[in-house]
């Protein structure tokens, strides 16, 4: 009996531990034992650990008082949500899109308005014919850079575009960011939250995808009433946040180890995104997708007639995994999948996309 091929998993957006700064978390969390150990392991406030507050405030050139550091950023978007949407508020989300989103904000019973991705972005003129027949959104979700599960960047012209839009039609953008730094090739473009003056837009990132998964710390940049609004929420819920872990993390990115960090991850991904690209167009020509500038991601669209459901088992008997595109759209995506390659070597992935071929082939549906 042949023995069972080794497990690949293209299912996880997390950086595989080989490419971990191990040894500056380790420093980082020395120093913070040993120059600040009153204030790393007492409970703080709601607005998180204060020296970290300031150091990303810095970042984004804001008050203090504008930032809230939460347990992640999927926290971060739960208070923002409870903050600012209400049973049948309508919120405009990317189509496709973050699952997690989708659940957080339909448990919330919030009408929700797909709008088509593009390879630059969300469609902004669907969102001008929301308005034009008389829907305006309370909330627009979206995710600028190298998008989850698309891995597509929003370009500077639709965020402009975008940024007048809410402004003129006082609604809240919510530039969801945490893959930001993570960009491999091309060229920087400005956050929408520094092209925004009339208040209009809430930024969120998170230090799980630039210092390991396990920190767990995000944080919520928006106007200082919001913020103030939030943090309330944030006492209620937990009268403070990891005070350890925030310290830690604001010793990484103070010692530069976070520059350091982002500069190994992003030249992995690049590898690794490369490999998966070439392999996909060895085995699998007759797939679609859209080459990533960073992030974690690729959305792979297969010809019509292929079953996500199906594949999902053929794949899984290979010893691969996936993730369904239906899971991140409200309906359709049935011939998508996405395909994170960022815990996965080269070799892995090489190996993952000849074994995915495989399935797919298996299902007999023709190009």
């Known amino acids: 009996m042949a023995p069972e091929p080794a497990p690949i ?15 500056g978390l380790r420093a980082a969390a ?19 650990y204060r020296p970290l507050r300031a150091w990303i405030a810095e970042q984004h050139g804001v008050a203090p008082e504008q930032v809230i550091v939460t347990n992640g950023s999927m926290q971060a978007d739960a208070f923002l949500f409870e903050a600012l949407v209400e049973p049948g508020d309508v919120v405009v ?9 989708l659940l957080s904000l339909r448990s919330r019973g919030a009408d929700l308005r797909p709008v088509e991705l593009e390879e ?25 850079n190298f998008q989850n599960p698309a891995g597509y960047t929003l370009s500077e012209a639709k965020r402009r575009d975008l940024v007048s839009l809410a402004r003129q039609h006082g609604f809240t953008i919510f530039e969801d960011d945490p893959y930001v730094s993570l960009r491999f090739s091309g060229e920087t473009l400005p956050t ?3 092209l925004d003056t009339a208040d209009k837009v809430v930024y969120a990132s998170s230090f799980s995808k630039t210092v390991c998964p396990g920190i767990r710390v995000g944080y919520l940049v928006g106007p200082e009433k919001l913020i103030t609004r939030i943090a309330k929420l944030a006492t209620n819920t937990y009268i403070s946040p990891n005070m350890v872990a925030q310290s830690i993390v604001n010793e990484f990115c103070r010692s530069g180890a976070l520059d350091r960090s982002i500069a190994t991850v992003k030249q992995a991904l ?3 995104a490369q490999a998966l690209t070439t392999a996909l167009r060895r085995e699998l020509p007759e797939a679609r997708f859209v080459e990533p500038q960073g992030g974690y991601f690729l959305w792979v669209e297969l010809p019509e007639g292929n079953d996500g459901e199906a594949l999902f088992r053929a794949a899984a008997d290979r010893g691969v995994q996936i993730v369904k595109g239906t899971d991140f759209l409200l309906e359709g995506g049935e011939n998508a999948l996405r395909i994170a390659y960022s815990g996965v070597t080269p070799e892995q992935i090489d190996e993952g996309v000849t074994r995915l071929a495989d399935a797919v082939h298996s299902l007999g549906v023709s190009a």
């Not at 034009?132 to 959104?137: A, E, I, M, R, Y």
């Open 9 to 23: 998993s293209f299912a996880r957006g997390a950086p595989s531990l080989d490419i971990i700064d191990v040894e």
């Open 30 to 48: 020395d120093r913070a034992f040993t120059t600040d150990p009153a204030g790393t392991f007492s409970y703080g406030t709601a607005i998180g």
């Open 93 to 101: 989300v990317e189509r496709p899109t973050y699952d997690r989103t």
């Open 120 to 144: 630059d972005g969300v469609d902004v003129r669907g969102i001008e014919r929301l308005i034009s027949d008389g829907v305006v959104p309370r909330l627009a979700h979206l995710i600028p």
């Open 192 to 194: 929408m939250l520094s």
């Open 270 to 272: 690049g590898e690794r």
